[in-house]
């Protein structure tokens, strides 16, 4: 069974800085893509930054420059550090990856609980 666990949620005033982490566990034999979505109130899940498997990071234009997508130094975990933060970023942040199960041959898609971060003074 395969989990992606996250953390680094939280309220943070705008200008802040947070950064979220999400580590895939269980019988991985491979992973695809990892990435970040974000949901806010009233909007549809939208792609924040995600690795492809060609190895390019892609972000989403209101997040450039300010968001960066990273590898971590622990196997399968990944970051992303949110700095210049502002209210519209509020939303719940979902880990996103797409893993190659053990004893499987395609990838499934998965994601992570969701972890809450509000930008307000």
């Known amino acids: 069974q395969v989990q992606l666990e996250e953390s680094g949620g939280g309220l943070v005033q705008p200008g802040g800085s947070l950064r979220l982490s999400c580590r895939a566990s269980?019988?991985?034999?491979?992973?695809?893509?990892m990435g970040w979505y974000r949901q806010a109130p009233g909007k549809q899940r939208e792609l924040v930054a995600a690795?492809?498997?060609?190895?390019?990071?892609n972000y989403a234009d209101s997040v450039k420059g300010r968001f960066t997508f990273s590898r971590g130094n622990i196997k399968n975990t990944v970051y992303l550090q949110m700095n210049g933060l502002k209210p519209e970023d509020t939303a719940v942040y979902y880990c996103?990856?797409?893993?190659?199960?053990?004893?499987?041959?395609?990838?499934?898609?998965?994601w992570g609980q969701g972890t809450q971060v509000t930008v307000s003074s």
């Open positions: 690795l492809t498997s060609d190895g390019i990071t």
């Open positions: 269980g019988s991985i034999r491979a992973i695809n893509t």
């Open positions: 996103y990856a797409d893993i190659v199960a053990t004893g499987t041959y395609d990838g499934t898609h998965y």
